[in-house]
C-alpha cells in the first residue's frame, strides 16, 4: 500500500468517528442562547472556525493528509506537508518525519535522511580491512561505517595484512619481511655468516654473507685458517706435521698431541736421564729417545756397557757385580742344591764371587739327589748313578733269538728286533730298567708251558707245563692208571686248579690277578665197560687274588686230569702260569708281543677217556714309562683248560677249567694303543 493511500483511510476513519458522535437531535441551527456562532456545528464557533460553514473544518481535528482541505485549520500544516519539514509529499520519503526530507542533512542512524535512495552515505568513516587481526589496516580494502565492524579497523597503514608480525613500528626480526612497514627488510637484524668449505664448524673470515640463517655450507664461526682442511680449526688439536692445527697462529708447539718424549743425554753416552724429560715435536740438541741411563754424569755407565766386577751397576740393570748375570770378567758357577759337589749344568750364574750352594763344576746329572754325580758308583736302580749315561749293563740288543736269566739288569737301551724271540727263563719275578728308550720289535715272553697231552695207558703220568720265566708256577701232571698216580694240582703262590685224581675228572685251572680259576669239569661214565654209572668231580678252580694295589705276582699253574677207569688212558697235565715282570723305561714301544700267558691244559688226542688238565693263570706285566705306543700286543691272559674227545661211543673225560687272567699294571704318561692289550691295563693309584 503506497503512502498517500494510507493517509486517505486515515482520513475516511477520522470523519466516521466524528459523524457519529454528532447528536442527532442537533439541526445544525445555532440555538438563541448558544453563545458565539457555530454554523457548521462542529463544536468550534465561528470566531474560531477557519470555515464554519463546513463541519469537517475545526482547529479540534486532525489535519487529514491530501484531501485539499485545512482540516486543523493550522495553515502550519499543509494538507501535502504532514510534517511541516517544507518538503511536499511528492519530494518527501517520509511525509510523517520532519527530520527526513531532501534537504535533511545525512546522518549516521541507518535511515535515508536525504532522500536519496542510499542510507548514511556520506554520513559515516571509512574503515579497513584488518585479516590477520594486528590492529592495522590494509589501505587496498576500504569501506564506509558508521561504525566499524569486526574484522574493521580505522588504522590503513598496514603494509601486509596477511601477516600479523607486520604493521607500523612492529619490533623488526629476521624473517625476511618489512615487520615495521618503513620500506626496509631486516634493517638492523641480519647475522653475519662465514663459508665453510671444509665442513668443520668453522668459516672464512674472507667470504662472509647476511642473512638472517646461516644458509647451507655457512657458519657463524670465522676462526678457521685453512677453509679447504677440515682436520685445521681453532678446535683441532696441534700435531707435529709442520702444520698449524689449531689456528693459534704457530706450528708443532710442544704441547701437540703427538709430541715425542726426549731425555737430556748430558754424557754423550746415548741413553738419557729419565728424570730429565724434554717434550718437543723434534729432538733437541743433546737429547735423545732412550731414558735408559742410570748415571747421565758417566758415558761407561748406561744399559749397553758390560758389567765388570767394580761394586757398581755398570749396565744400569739394577744388579751389581755377582749378582748381575751380564758380568764380562766374571766366573760361571754353577746351583749345587743337593750339596754333593757337582753343580746343575742348567743352573749358571756370572759371579764375581760365588755364593753359597754355588760351585764351579757342572757336570751332575741330577741336582736333587746326592747319591747321583760322576763320583757315585753305578748301582742296578734305573738311575744313572755315576752321570756316564749309561746303564749297568751297557745296550741290550737282541738281533737274534736268545734267553734273558735272572736280574735285576740295568740297560742303556734296549731293542728286540722283529723276528726275534727273548725268552725269559728267571727262577723269579724280573726287574729291567732301561735308563733310554725300549723298543720291543719280535717277542719277549714270560707265558707258561702247556701241559702235555693225555693218551692211552702210560707208564707214566703226563706232565703239567713249566711256569713261565720269571716266577710262573708249573701245572700239576696227570693221573696214570698204569703207576697208580693221582693227579696233582697246579704249584704257585696263589693256590693252584685242583686236580681230579681219578674217574675221568678234568682238572681245575690256576688262579690269578683277574679273578678265580675255573673248575675242571665232572667226568662220567656210563658204558658196561666202566662197571657200573658213575661220575666224579673236576678239580677245583685256583683262588681269586684280584687287588687294586701293583704287586708282581707270577701266575698258578693248573691242576692235571683225572685217569679213565674204562680205558685206562691217563690225564692230561696241568699248564703253566705266566712270569711276573717290572719294565721301567724313558720310553717303550710295543709293535710285537710282549706275553705273560699262563699254559693251555693237556687235552686228549687218543679217544680215550681221561680227563684234561687246567689252564695256568696269567702273570704280571708292570710298566713305567713317560711314553708308551702299543701296535702290537701286551699279554697276560688265563691258558685255557684242556679239552676231551669221545672215546668210542661210552667214555667221557671231563673237560680242564681256564686259567684266571693276569693283570697289566701302567705307570705312563702318554699312551697310545692301536693294537690289543689283554687282560685290559689298569693303572697304578
Same mark, same amino acid.
Given at each position: 500500500?503506497?503512502?498517500?493511500?494510507?493517509?486517505?483511510?486515515?482520513?475516511?476513519?477520522?470523519?466516521? +468517528?466524528?459523524?457519529?458522535?454528532?447528536?442527532?437531535?442537533?439541526?445544525?441551527?445555532?440555538?438563541?442562547?448558544?453563545?458565539?456562532?457555530?454554523?457548521?456545528?462542529?463544536?468550534?464557533?465561528?470566531?474560531?472556525?477557519?470555515?464554519?460553514?463546513?463541519?469537517?473544518?475545526?482547529?479540534?481535528?486532525?489535519?487529514?493528509?491530501?484531501?485539499?482541505?485545512?482540516?486543523?485549520?493550522?495553515?502550519?500544516?499543509?494538507?501535502?506537508?504532514?510534517?511541516?519539514?517544507?518538503?511536499?509529499?511528492?519530494?518527501?520519503?517520509?511525509?510523517?518525519?520532519?527530520?527526513?526530507?531532501?534537504?535533511?542533512?545525512?546522518?549516521?542512524? =541507518?535511515?535515508?535522511?536525504?532522500?536519496?535512495?542510499?542510507?548514511?552515505?556520506?554520513?559515516?568513516?571509512?574503515?579497513?580491512?584488518?585479516?590477520? =587481526?594486528?590492529?592495522? *589496516?590494509?589501505?587496498?580494502?576500504?569501506?564506509?561505517?558508521?561504525?566499524? #565492524?569486526?574484522?574493521? /579497523?580505522?588504522?590503513?597503514?598496514?603494509?601486509?595484512?596477511?601477516?600479523?608480525? /607486520?604493521?607500523?613500528?612492529?619490533?623488526?626480526? +629476521?624473517?625476511?619481511?618489512?615487520?615495521?612497514?618503513?620500506?626496509?627488510?631486516?634493517?638492523?637484524?641480519?647475522?653475519?655468516?662465514?663459508?665453510?668449505?671444509?665442513?668443520?664448524?668453522?668459516?672464512?673470515?674472507?667470504?662472509?654473507?647476511?642473512?638472517?640463517?646461516?644458509?647451507?655450507?655457512?657458519?657463524?664461526?670465522?676462526?678457521?685458517?685453512?677453509?679447504?682442511?677440515?682436520?685445521?680449526?681453532?678446535?683441532?688439536?696441534?700435531?707435529?706435521?709442520?702444520?698449524?692445527?689449531?689456528?693459534?697462529?704457530?706450528?708443532?708447539?710442544?704441547?701437540?698431541?703427538?709430541?715425542?718424549?726426549?731425555?737430556?743425554?748430558?754424557?754423550?753416552?746415548?741413553?738419557?736421564?729419565?728424570?730429565?724429560?724434554?717434550?718437543?715435536?723434534?729432538?733437541?740438541?743433546?737429547?735423545?729417545?732412550?731414558?735408559?741411563?742410570?748415571?747421565?754424569?758417566?758415558?761407561?755407565?748406561?744399559?749397553?756397557?758390560?758389567?765388570?766386577?767394580?761394586?757398581?751397576?755398570?749396565?744400569?740393570?739394577?744388579?751389581?757385580?755377582?749378582?748381575?748375570?751380564?758380568?764380562?770378567?766374571?766366573?760361571?758357577?754353577?746351583?749345587?742344591?743337593?750339596?754333593?759337589?757337582?753343580?746343575?749344568?742348567?743352573?749358571?750364574?756370572?759371579?764375581?764371587?760365588?755364593?753359597?750352594?754355588?760351585?764351579?763344576?757342572?757336570?751332575?746329572?741330577?741336582?736333587?739327589?746326592?747319591?747321583?754325580?760322576?763320583?757315585?758308583?753305578?748301582?742296578?736302580?734305573?738311575?744313572?748313578?755315576?752321570?756316564?749315561?749309561?746303564?749297568?749293563?751297557?745296550?741290550? #740288543?737282541?738281533?737274534?733269538?736268545?734267553?734273558?736269566?735272572? =736280574?735285576?739288569?740295568?740297560?742303556?737301551?734296549?731293542?728286540?728286533?722283529?723276528?726275534?724271540?727273548?725268552?725269559?727263563?728267571?727262577? #723269579?719275578?724280573?726287574?729291567?730298567?732301561?735308563?733310554?728308550?725300549?723298543?720291543?720289535?719280535?717277542?719277549?715272553?714270560?707265558?707258561?708251558?702247556?701241559? /702235555?697231552?693225555?693218551?692211552?695207558?702210560?707208564?707214566?703220568?703226563?706232565?703239567?707245563?713249566?711256569?713261565?720265566?720269571?716266577?710262573?708256577?708249573?701245572?700239576?701232571?696227570?693221573?696214570?692208571?698204569?703207576?697208580?698216580?693221582?693227579?696233582?694240582?697246579?704249584?704257585?703262590?696263589?693256590?693252584?686248579?685242583?686236580?681230579?685224581?681219578?674217574?675221568?675228572?678234568?682238572?681245575?685251572?690256576?688262579?690269578?690277578?683277574?679273578?678265580?680259576?675255573?673248575?675242571?669239569?665232572?667226568?662220567?661214565?656210563?658204558?658196561?665197560?666202566?662197571?657200573?654209572?658213575?661220575?666224579?668231580?673236576?678239580?677245583?678252580?685256583?683262588?681269586?687274588?684280584?687287588?687294586?694295589?701293583?704287586?708282581?705276582?707270577?701266575?698258578?699253574?693248573?691242576?692235571?686230569?683225572?685217569?679213565?677207569?674204562?680205558?685206562?688212558?691217563?690225564?692230561?697235565?696241568?699248564?703253566?702260569?705266566?712270569?711276573?715282570?717290572?719294565?721301567?723305561?724313558?720310553?717303550?714301544?710295543?709293535?710285537?708281543?710282549?706275553?705273560?700267558?699262563?699254559?693251555?691244559?693237556?687235552?686228549?688226542?687218543?679217544?680215550?677217556?681221561?680227563?684234561?688238565?687246567?689252564?695256568?693263570?696269567?702273570?704280571?706285566?708292570?710298566?713305567?714309562?713317560?711314553?708308551?705306543?702299543?701296535?702290537?700286543?701286551?699279554?697276560?691272559?688265563?691258558?685255557?683248560? *684242556?679239552?676231551?674227545?669221545?672215546?668210542?661211543?661210552?667214555?667221557?673225560?671231563?673237560?680242564?677249567?681256564?686259567?684266571?687272567?693276569? /693283570?697289566?699294571?701302567?705307570?705312563?704318561?702318554?699312551?697310545?694303543?692301536?693294537?690289543?692289550?689283554?687282560?685290559?691295563?689298569?693303572?697304578?693309584?
Amino acid at each position: 500500500m503506497t503512502r498517500a493511500a494510507s493517509l486517505l483511510s486515515l482520513l475516511l476513519l477520522l470523519a466516521a +468517528c466524528r459523524s457519529e458522535d454528532k447528536d442527532p437531535t442537533d439541526t445544525g441551527i445555532p440555538s438563541v442562547d448558544s453563545g458565539d456562532i457555530d454554523a457548521d456545528g462542529d463544536g468550534s464557533p465561528a470566531s474560531e472556525d477557519c470555515d464554519d460553514n463546513n463541519n469537517t473544518v475545526s482547529p479540534d481535528l486532525t489535519e487529514i493528509p491530501y484531501n485539499q482541505s485545512d482540516d486543523d485549520c493550522d495553515p502550519a500544516t499543509p494538507d501535502d506537508d504532514l510534517d511541516a519539514d517544507g518538503a511536499p509529499l511528492a519530494e518527501d520519503c517520509d511525509d510523517q518525519d520532519p527530520t527526513r526530507s531532501p534537504e535533511a542533512a545525512e546522518v549516521c542512524d =541507518g535511515v535515508d535522511q536525504d532522500c536519496d535512495g542510499e542510507i548514511d552515505e556520506g554520513g559515516g568513516s571509512l574503515f579497513y580491512a584488518d585479516d590477520d =587481526g594486528d590492529g592495522f *589496516g590494509d589501505p587496498a580494502q576500504a569501506a564506509e561505517s558508521c561504525e566499524g #565492524a569486526e574484522g574493521w /579497523v580505522a588504522d590503513n597503514t598496514d603494509c601486509d595484512d596477511n601477516e600479523e608480525t /607486520v604493521y607500523p613500528d612492529a619490533p623488526e626480526v +629476521c624473517d625476511e619481511l618489512d615487520n615495521n612497514c618503513d620500506g626496509v627488510v631486516d634493517e638492523g637484524v641480519l647475522s653475519t655468516f662465514y663459508r665453510d668449505a671444509d665442513r668443520d664448524g668453522q668459516g672464512d673470515l674472507d667470504f662472509p654473507i647476511e642473512s638472517c640463517a646461516a644458509p647451507s655450507g655457512y657458519v657463524e664461526s670465522d676462526e678457521d685458517c685453512d677453509d679447504t682442511n677440515a682436520k685445521i680449526s681453532t678446535n683441532a688439536t696441534e700435531l707435529c706435521d709442520e702444520v698449524d692445527n689449531d689456528c693459534d697462529g704457530a706450528i708443532d708447539e710442544d704441547d701437540a698431541a703427538n709430541v715425542s718424549s726426549f731425555y737430556s743425554d748430558t754424557d754423550g753416552d746415548g741413553y738419557g736421564d729419565p728424570s730429565a724429560l724434554i717434550q718437543a715435536c723434534e729432538a733437541p740438541s743433546g737429547a735423545v729417545t732412550d731414558a735408559r741411563d742410570c748415571d747421565d754424569k758417566d758415558a761407561a755407565v748406561n744399559p749397553g756397557a758390560s758389567e765388570v766386577c767394580d761394586g757398581a751397576d755398570n749396565d744400569c740393570d739394577t744388579l751389581i757385580d755377582d749378582a748381575d748375570p751380564g758380568l764380562s770378567d766374571a766366573a760361571t758357577y754353577f746351583e749345587d742344591n743337593d750339596g754333593d759337589g757337582y753343580g746343575d749344568p742348567d743352573a749358571s750364574i756370572e759371579a764375581c764371587v760365588p755364593s753359597a750352594g754355588e760351585v764351579l763344576d757342572s757336570s751332575d746329572c741330577d741336582d736333587a739327589d746326592a747319591n747321583v754325580n760322576p763320583g757315585a758308583a753305578e748301582a742296578i736302580n734305573g738311575v744313572d748313578d755315576d752321570c756316564d749315561g749309561e746303564g749297568f749293563h751297557g745296550a741290550f #740288543a737282541a738281533t737274534a733269538s736268545q734267553s734273558l736269566g735272572d =736280574g735285576p739288569w740295568e740297560y742303556t737301551s734296549f731293542a728286540v728286533s722283529s723276528g726275534v724271540t727273548v725268552t725269559v727263563n728267571a727262577s #723269579a719275578p724280573l726287574e729291567i730298567w732301561v735308563l733310554g728308550a725300549a723298543t720291543i720289535n719280535g717277542t719277549v715272553t714270560l707265558a707258561g708251558a702247556d701241559g /702235555v697231552d693225555h693218551g692211552g695207558y702210560k707208564s707214566s703220568p703226563s706232565a703239567g707245563g713249566a711256569g713261565g720265566g720269571g716266577g710262573g708256577d708249573a701245572g700239576g701232571a696227570g693221573a696214570c692208571y698204569n703207576t697208580s698216580a693221582a693227579g696233582q694240582g697246579g704249584l704257585g703262590d696263589a693256590p693252584g686248579g685242583g686236580a681230579s685224581s681219578s674217574g675221568v675228572g678234568g682238572g681245575g685251572g690256576g688262579g690269578g690277578h683277574d679273578g678265580p680259576g675255573a673248575a675242571g669239569q665232572v667226568g662220567s661214565c656210563t658204558s658196561a665197560r666202566c662197571g657200573s654209572t658213575y661220575t666224579v668231580a673236576g678239580g677245583s678252580a685256583g683262588a681269586d687274588l684280584s687287588s687294586s694295589s701293583p704287586a708282581l705276582q707270577p701266575g698258578s699253574g693248573g691242576g692235571g686230569g683225572g685217569w679213565g677207569v674204562a680205558d685206562n688212558g691217563d690225564g692230561g697235565g696241568g699248564g703253566g702260569g705266566g712270569g711276573a715282570l717290572y719294565l721301567q723305561a724313558a720310553s717303550l714301544t710295543v709293535t710285537g708281543l710282549l706275553d705273560c700267558s699262563g699254559g693251555g691244559g693237556g687235552g686228549d688226542t687218543s679217544g680215550l677217556d681221561g680227563g684234561a688238565g687246567g689252564g695256568g693263570s696269567g702273570g704280571t706285566l708292570w710298566l713305567v714309562t713317560s711314553s708308551l705306543s702299543v701296535s702290537g700286543a701286551l699279554r697276560c691272559d688265563g691258558g685255557l683248560g *684242556g679239552q676231551t674227545v669221545v672215546g668210542g661211543t661210552s667214555a667221557q673225560g671231563g673237560y680242564g677249567g681256564d686259567g684266571a687272567d693276569g /693283570v697289566i699294571w701302567l705307570d705312563a704318561g702318554a699312551v697310545s694303543v692301536t693294537g690289543t692289550v689283554s687282560p685290559a691295563y689298569q693303572l697304578v693309584p
